[in-house]
């Protein structure tokens, strides 16, 4: 994982004290819908994810070369985690209320955070405990993991929209810890489960992540995906039940995007990526406009920052 100071994809806890009431009954598993209800206040939600056969879905998807790691850092997707959608709890305590059984919860947080439970973890066909602390065998894993994401299209997408992927419950499934930090950003060309009946789902899952938020695959990624999925004809894309918006509405700052420009020797302006381009007003950039860089062309077209 690259440039990140925890676990992608985020293992360790974090605090959460709830302001609003939450339900203490379990959950049954990853493929239910999350335990919270939009509450007022919440942006206009996007349309759910098509249910529809993933091969077809994933034929949608624009096929390129990974775009450079210049730049990514997990701060460039927002903190973690957020209370995205605004139910007084965190997206991580969100996601172990929805994933695991025989929940129970911290009485002082009016039901938001998970103290003890158990996880039939999809990556490995087994149960597994956990007790919120030190030494926990649970991540929350992006399924499209965020350096992966950043490759495939995210560098180009504005904070709100960063954030909203990081902390969307369609791209998060908690899992055993092993495997997630195995997996690291890996796409599926070089990580998939290993527990080999959840493929299809976890490829499907993929596809509707990256449908949801205009990312590409790469060529190696698309094969990959189409191999699983031929396993498994007419494998449907989960639905985007809980209706997670494409972008947050929170006050979040991206640790890159306020730079400015700065003047070199000789009077040349120097512009640290697209964020920077765009905070000033610069972008799209030509060849020949100052700060223009062939590394803020990612296709070579003479147009940088589009």
Not at 16 to 21: I, K, R
Not at 236 to 255: L, N, Y
Request: aromatic content about 6%; hydrophobic content about 35%.
């Amino acid at each position: 994982m690259v440039g990140q100071a925890v676990h992608d994809e985020e293992g360790a806890p974090t605090s959460s004290h709830a302001s609003s009431s939450r339900s203490t009954a379990p959950s049954t598993g990853p493929s239910t819908s999350p335990s919270s209800s939009p509450s007022a206040g919440t942006p206009t939600r996007t349309a759910a994810t098509s249910p529809g056969d993933a091969a077809a879905v994933l034929a949608t998807l624009p096929v390129k070369g990974r775009a450079p790691m210049t730049g990514y850092n997990r701060a460039r997707f927002g903190q973690a985690w957020l209370d995205a959608d605004r139910n007084g709890c965190d997206t991580r305590n969100d996601v172990l209320r929805r994933d695991l059984t025989a929940v129970v919860l911290d009485p002082h947080t009016h039901g938001c955070v998970v103290l003890r439970g158990v996880l039939h973890d999809p990556y490995l066909g087994t149960d597994l405990p956990f007790e919120r602390g030190p030494g926990d065998q649970v991540d929350i894993d992006h399924v499209v993991a965020l350096g992966d994401a950043w490759a495939t299209g995210a560098f180009r997408l504005d904070i709100a929209q960063r954030a909203a992927l990081a902390n969307d419950p369609l791209d998060l499934l908690a899992v055993d810890a092993h495997s997630n930090r195995s997996k690291g950003d890996g796409d599926a060309a070089t990580w998939l489960p290993p527990y080999r009946p959840f493929r299809c789902a976890y490829v499907a899952r993929q596809v509707a992540v990256k449908h949801k938020y205009g990312l590409w695959v790469t060529p190696a990624e698309r094969a990959a995906m189409l191999r699983v999925l031929q396993a498994c004809p007419g494998q449907a894309v989960p639905p985007d039940a809980s209706h997670a918006p494409t972008r947050v509405d929170q006050h979040v700052t991206d640790p890159s995007a306020t730079a400015s420009p700065r003047a070199l020797v000789g009077g040349t302006t120097y512009y640290a990526n697209c964020d920077a381009v765009r905070a000033a007003g610069a972008a799209p950039i030509h060849v020949g406009d100052p700060g223009y860089s062939r590394r803020l062309d990612r296709d070579g077209d003479g147009v940088g920052c589009e």
